[in-house]
């Protein structure tokens, strides 16, 4: 089973960070509806949800990848099942 750990927005560099998201919102499936959005838009939205605390970083520390996911999805991985 996958160990999961939250990873703080604040507390990973910011050039790291521009670099996660880019990265995540330019993967194959990622749909933004029907017009085209700027990749500087995308970063700016999941930046945003993050700092709402509407999505969260996560770390998978078995095999070494993160993830961005809904708060409750991260709760979930994260044993947290109290969680809102």
């Given at each position: 089973?996958?160990?999961?750990?939250?990873?703080?927005?604040?507390?990973?560099?910011?050039?790291?960070?521009?670099?996660?998201l880019e990265e995540y919102a330019s993967r194959d499936g990622?749909?933004?509806?029907?017009?085209?959005?700027?990749?500087?838009?995308?970063?700016?939205?999941?930046?945003?949800?993050?700092?709402?605390?509407?999505?969260?970083?996560?770390?998978?520390?078995?095999?070494?990848?993160?993830?961005?996911?809904?708060?409750?999805?991260?709760?979930?991985?994260?044993?947290?099942?109290?969680?809102?």
């Open positions: 089973m996958a160990d999961f750990v939250r990873v703080p927005v604040e507390r990973v560099p910011e050039e790291q960070l521009h670099a996660l990622t749909d933004y509806g029907a017009e085209e959005t700027s990749m500087d838009v995308r970063v700016a939205r999941l930046l945003k949800q993050m700092h709402s605390g509407k999505v969260q970083l996560l770390f998978d520390v078995d095999s070494e990848q993160w993830d961005i996911l809904p708060a409750d999805d991260a709760e979930r991985l994260l044993g947290n099942f109290d969680a809102p």
